[in-house]
């Protein structure tokens, strides 16, 4: 697919402008759930990022910040700045009792996950009652997927090859550029294994027991920014991001 660069500047432009929406509305939703104290578990919590955003809202103590993360440089970045985040597979279950935390999070990681479905059981078993569930994850339904794969191409959103060829020819909204992208093993940062549909994903929380889901959508492309928040609550689910928030 030949992609012109003005087109592509404005689908980055629309993908930036999604992100920086959606992530702010994830960090005050984790604050929020943390705001009467608790711990809190980072899922994928490379060096430990989140903590930083998440004390531009709330005074949260580093003894009640957790994490789990996979990559061992952002471990060592973590260790440095006295986090407690430890190395582990979010694919297997969680190495944490029953009941322990205010809020679970994760930002991003779903997709990246060969089991995907065993993590969100995990998380539901480790929340405390009325503890929160908050994950980002891109919307495999989404109306832009959907022209995609009308035309033949791989869904912006889904599964993507192994190939950096073929990973940086089918995804041209990419707005970042890397000399290497990490696509091999079970947690690939770079490629997505498994993405849910909105009504998916929904349905399988309430399944697990969660009392009350809250969706926020975020993305309607390709209308411009002026009309994204409008489609983005007409018809949440098509758009191209998605966060859940998840009450127990």
């Given at each position: ?12 432009e ?24 608790g711990y809190?578990?980072d899922?994928?919590?490379s060096?430990?990022?989140?903590f930083?955003?998440?004390?531009k ?20 970045s973590?260790?440095k ?7 582990g597979?979010?694919?297997q279950?969680l ?6 935390f ?59 090859p ?21 696509l ?5 940062s ?5 993405v849910f549909?909105?009504?998916t ?15 926020r959508a ?13 489609f ?7 758009c ?9």
């Open positions: 697919m030949v992609i012109k660069p003005k087109l592509q500047r404005y689908f980055v629309l993908y930036e402008n999604t992100k920086t929406r959606l992530y702010l509305d994830a960090r005050r939703r984790i604050a929020s759930s943390l705001s009467s104290g809190c578990l899922c994928g919590a060096g430990g990022h989140q930083q955003y998440i004390n809202f709330i005074t949260l103590p580093k003894e009640n910040y957790f994490g789990i993360e996979w990559g061992s440089q952002a471990l060592l973590a260790k700045k006295q986090l407690q985040i430890l190395r597979d979010l694919n279950n190495p944490f009792d029953k009941g322990v205010q809020c679970v999070f994760g930002l991003s990681v779903v997709e990246h996950l060969v089991n995907g479905c065993n993590f969100l059981k995990e998380a539901h078993r480790v929340l405390k009652p009325k503890g929160h569930l908050i994950i980002v994850t891109p919307n495999l339904s989404a109306w832009f997927n959907v022209l995609l794969l009308a035309m033949g191409r791989m869904p912006s959103s889904g599964p993507h192994d190939s950096e060829i073929l990973l940086q020819r089918n995804n041209f909204i990419q707005n970042r550029k890397v000399q290497h992208l990490n091999e093993g079970d947690t690939p770079d490629r997505h294994l498994v549909t909105y009504r994903l929904y349905d399988y929380l309430k399944l697990l027991g969660f009392r009350k889901i809250s969706v975020y993305g309607y492309y390709p209308l411009p920014k002026m009309m994204q928040q409008l983005e609550k007409l018809d949440p689910w098509h191209h991001q998605l966060l859940f928030d998840c009450e127990l």
